[in-house]
């Protein structure tokens, strides 16, 4: 598998797993039927870069890299990763993580915050939880899951 | 005192107060140097909405309300507030407070978020206790506060 930061004007080369993914609406908080343009701007565009993860030529996962505040608390990285339903199960979303991390270290980063993991996301946490991070907040019924209706979300967080 | 909703063209009202709060680098996240336009579209750009207190003429506060997240989190508020130096100690953030959560419930938020209430903000935290928001969460480190270093924020939340 190979990783790479796309420019903004690849963003192409996420949409169709970020529309899918978003589409499901029960992971992330965008509107399921947010636009290009929209999703562009927010993994794409200064400060938030966006990478690609190939396999064998196809694309298979991406993720998002920014600080998750401006000045005064932008030594603390946010990211958000997408895999594709055909590749899930193969360890794709932990080598994500791990590429970030790398990445946000590198940038400068001194920790990692993750503000909005939805509760019902079992797997997600447990791979957040093996590659470091730990919970240190839940906020009640702040997402309105697709089919489970308005439950919890978790804030999860590790140094780096 | 009175409170009014302001136009974004407007923002030059709130502006001596945000640029004087933001500039102590002990409360806001935002660079302490952030620009009128920057400050202005945080605050003032659709869908965030600022609030301005008047008492006697003069402007003595002002707060930000505005959807936490996009989506399918947009059932949740999130507001921020300021009162300039001169007011303190009279009770208009708990009155702004008050006035966010009625807007708020009228808009058709159910809930509201606090994200980032810097540790050592007593004041600010005792204020938010007392109505009705619970510390949900604890992130690490993660404001550079202007004299105190690197220090913690509680995430606050309570129902509308």
């Known amino acids: 598998m190979e990783i790479r930061e796309i420019r903004s004007d690849e963003f192409s080369l996420a949409w169709p797993i970020f529309r899918s993914v978003v589409a499901m609406g029960d992971s992330y908080a965008y509107r399921p039927d947010i636009s290009f343009e929209e999703a562009r701007a927010l993994w794409a565009t200064a400060p938030a870069r966006t990478f690609i993860a190939f396999a064998e030529g196809q694309v298979v996962g991406c993720y998002l890299l920014r600080p998750n505040q401006p000045g005064l608390g932008d030594h603390v990285a946010n990211a958000g990763y997408m895999v594709a339903r055909e590749a899930r199960g193969q360890g794709i979303g932990g080598l994500l993580c791990e590429h970030s991390m790398e990445v946000a270290r590198q940038a400068g980063f001194l920790a990692m915050q ?47």
């Open 114 to 160: 993750f503000n909005f993991v939805v509760s019902s996301n079992e797997v997600a946490i447990r791979l957040w939880k093996k590659h470091g991070f730990e919970i240190v907040g839940r906020v009640p019924k702040v997402f309105r899951h697709s089919s489970l209706g308005l439950i919890d979300v978790f804030v999860m967080y590790r140094l780096l």
